[in-house]
């Protein structure tokens, strides 16, 4: 079955520490490739995204993203955790092919992210 | 500016009533969409509409209806408000169909 997974419910770091989110996918052909972020009582925001080319995407706020065909992964990774990137962090894709677009977006279940001081 | 903007941030009401929520983006998109996020903070969508046609309506209850009155605006209407209605609504819109979506802040429904 099409799914996109989220391992870690949650992860705890230190201010400073490097952070890595893992994102796994389930789907025939690899789809188009987002993170977003919600800080608390906001909306969602783009962090990056991947469509094709380059596997590494950089994104806003000090955030990359690797693309890994062979393991059916896009972790996001940030060199320096800050305080302010205590959040809830959300991988979602698109499927490609067929009829559709963004309607088809499907989220994985977030991984809320700590920052202790 | 406020790209996405809806109102209210807050809504209680008791449970039967009809509600609305309202959505509006001034960034020419034209694309708007309607997500649900439960309690444990899962997103699904509910409605998406491009140019003002409805593209999509996932199994959702005939009690929410969206109206677009132009490409800019789409609102939310809910009919006879269960318990299980209470959740945060989030408006979004994109330009074209490629999954880079901006989000309002949220409406949180508390249904009594």
């Known amino acids: 079955a099409q799914s996109v997974t989220q391992p870690d419910i949650h992860i705890t770091v230190s201010e400073g520490a490097s952070l890595e989110l893992r994102c796994n996918y389930s789907?025939?052909?690899?789809?188009?490739l987002f993170w977003y972020v919600q800080s608390p009582g906001q909306g969602l925001q783009l962090l990056l995204k991947?469509?094709?080319?380059?596997?590494l995407v950089q994104g806003i706020k000090g955030f990359e993203a690797e693309f890994k065909r062979s393991q059916s992964s896009f972790n996001l990774r940030k060199p320096s955790v800050h305080w302010s990137d205590a959040a809830e962090y959300f991988c979602?894709?698109?499927?490609?092919?067929?009829?559709?677009?963004?309607?088809?977006?499907?989220f994985g279940k977030g991984t809320k992210l700590t920052v202790n001081p | 500016d406020t790209a996405v903007s809806q109102t209210p941030k807050y809504l209680v009401t008791q449970m039967g009533n009809d509600k609305s929520i309202k959505c509006e983006q001034n960034?020419?998109?034209?694309?708007m969409y309607w997500y649900k996020q439960d309690s444990k903070k899962f997103l699904k969508i509910m409605f998406s509409?491009?140019?003002?046609?409805?593209?999509i309506n996932e199994t959702v209850p005939n009690r929410f209806s969206p109206k677009s009155p132009d490409k800019a605006h789409l609102n939310l209407h809910i009919n006879s408000l269960e318990l299980g209605d209470s959740a945060v609504y989030f408006c979004?819109?994109?330009?074209?169909?490629?999954?880079?979506?901006?989000f309002g802040s949220g409406t949180q429904l508390s249904v009594l």
């Open positions: 991947y469509f094709s080319g380059d596997t």
């Open positions: 960034l020419g998109h034209d694309t």
């Open positions: 979602a894709v698109v499927p490609r092919g067929g009829q559709g677009g963004s309607e088809k977006l499907v």
């Open positions: 979004a819109s994109s330009q074209g169909r490629q999954g880079s979506l901006f």
């Open positions: 789907y025939g052909a690899t789809p188009y």
């Open positions: 509409y491009n140019n003002k046609e409805l593209i």
